[in-house]
């Protein structure tokens, strides 16, 4: 796995402070982007908690996944979370050391009394003395937010800066962008109450053994949810139950819980997502297919890398994004003069490098900002890059809906019917494109496309 390290700086460390006139709990932000550009330290928002408790719980059930590895757990993880501020809202983002869950913390407009919330998206600084004083917060007293500098302190900060340098696989980054593609595909296929919520979770293995191996499905059940032993229409996959441990953190103060997932088509384990619905916030756990398997190479994005087309969408699409709560890709389309179809493979481009999300409760994209390379994604996807190597060797050959591809000492047909690609390669043998395409068929889609691949990696 590749890995690099980002340095993240900040003003002073984030704290929870008590005063005369009350609580006052500073996040501090590092480097980050706006509407005004990059800056060191961004201000998201002053103002007033409406259920500071929640929400103190909410930002620790998304800083313990992004601490938390569910596979391969002797390996440690850690990286603090990205804070979005949409003008209506504050979005906190992780993802686990290993890949395999998406943690989210809407803190919507009714959540927040105070300023109008900032544009932009930048790291915020949650230490662990900040965890454990969030932790004591055990009631609803006046709490003060502030999520930047102090005010006076916007464009002075000097002083020694508090630097934290953390590993950053760029398979992280890949996940945020796989992730988005499969919450797309998502629709809601139940909605519990609160009772319903609490016993159902609390019903949840919280570790995994023999009874978590393998996938679970539910189904809906009148108001509840059952078990079922095969995936049958409208149920959802529960890869790994114990992943949803971190949702236990605001389980006594859940009003409902909804469930997302895909069309069921066999009985291969698919991605889920459980959002729970709170006093003005949504917390959202999105799992990939399996424990052992994270977003990063699911392939949902191959598709939209490799065209020029795609890429010069993005680059118009773009320029349209400001950093809206809610993105309509018929609004884009109209726009840009792009089909809705054109503008959604555009998003998905946008999404491998962290400048789109996908928000389930109001179905549609969000813009952010992730302080990552906007190739990176792409330098460093294994596929991608092998098949960029190949359509620039001159390894495919075309004869009408059928293509050769020369792959080392062996050559691989490629057949198209009915819009798709299959390949008589053992990566389509083992998935049949469940996980993306293959290498080959990558390359045949360059070659028929026309895609830029001189000098086989651009």
Same mark, same amino acid.
């Given at each position: ?44 928002? #002053?103002?007033?908690? *409406? /259920? ?6 909410? &930002?620790? @059930?998304?800083?313990? =996944? +992004?601490?938390? !590895? ?108 796989? #992730?988005?593609?499969? *919450? /797309? ?6 909605? &519990?109450? @609160?009772?319903?919520? =609490? +016993?159902?979770? !609390? ?108 890429? #010069? ?146």
């Amino acid at each position: 796995m590749t890995r690099s390290v980002q340095a993240l700086a900040y003003a002073r460390p984030s704290a929870l402070e008590s005063s005369q006139v009350g609580a006052s709990l500073g996040l501090e932000t590092a480097g980050g982007l706006t509407p005004r550009g990059a800056e060191a330290h961004p201000r998201f928002f #002053a103002g007033f908690l *409406s /259920a500071p408790r929640i929400a103190a719980r909410g &930002l620790l @059930a998304v800083a313990d =996944v +992004a601490a938390a !590895r569910y596979y391969q757990r002797t390996l440690a993880s850690s990286l603090d979370p990205v804070v979005t501020g949409n003008g209506d809202r504050l979005r906190f983002e992780s993802f686990s050391g290993c890949c395999g869950v998406y943690a989210r913390l809407d803190v919507l407009q009714e959540g927040l009394e105070g300023e109008r919330t900032g544009h932009g998206t930048t790291n915020v600084d949650v230490n662990n003395p900040l965890r454990d004083a969030l932790s004591r917060i055990t009631a609803d007293d006046p709490l003060h937010l502030r999520v930047g500098p102090e005010e006076l302190a916007v464009t002075t900060v000097d002083g020694p800066l508090v630097e934290k340098k953390v590993p950053l696989p760029d398979r992280w980054l890949r996940g945020f962008a796989e #992730a988005q593609v499969a *919450s /797309a595909g998502f629709d809601l296929r139940a909605e &519990l109450s @609160a009772a319903q919520a =609490v +016993a159902f979770l !609390r019903s949840l293995p919280r570790r995994s053994g023999n009874a978590a191996r393998g996938a679970r499905w539910v189904v809906a059940s009148g108001s509840a949810l059952r078990p079922t032993t095969r995936p049958v229409p409208g149920a959802v996959c529960l890869p790994g139950p114990e992943r949803l441990v971190a949702l236990e953190r605001v389980l006594r103060h859940a009003m409902a819980l909804r469930v997302y997932g895909p069309p069921v088509a066999d009985g291969a384990p698919v991605a889920s997502a459980w959002e729970v619905v709170l006093p003005g916030m949504r917390l959202t756990l999105t799992l990939s297919p399996d424990a052992s398997r994270g977003f990063s190479g699911e392939g949902g994005v191959l598709e939209a890398l490799a065209t020029d087309e795609a890429a #010069a969408d993005a680059e118009l699409v773009s320029v349209l994004l400001a950093w809206e709560p809610t993105i309509e890709p018929a609004s884009l389309a109209e726009q840009s003069g792009l089909s809705v179809e054109r503008v959604r493979a555009a998003l998905t481009r946008l999404g491998t490098a962290g400048r789109v999300g996908y928000d389930l409760a109001d179905a549609a994209y969000f813009h952010r900002e992730l302080p990552y390379d906007a190739d990176r994604a792409e330098r460093h996807n294994p596929r991608l890059v092998a098949a960029r190597e190949l359509a620039g060797a001159g390894a495919v050959s075309l004869d009408g809906a059928v293509a050769s591809v020369a792959s080392g000492e062996r050559r691989y047909q490629v057949r198209e019917s009915e819009g798709r690609l299959t390949c008589t390669c053992q990566w389509w043998a083992d998935y049949r494109g469940k996980r993306g395409p293959c290498k080959h068929a990558l390359a045949v889609t360059m070659v028929r496309r026309g895609a830029t691949v001189a000098g086989g990696v651009r």
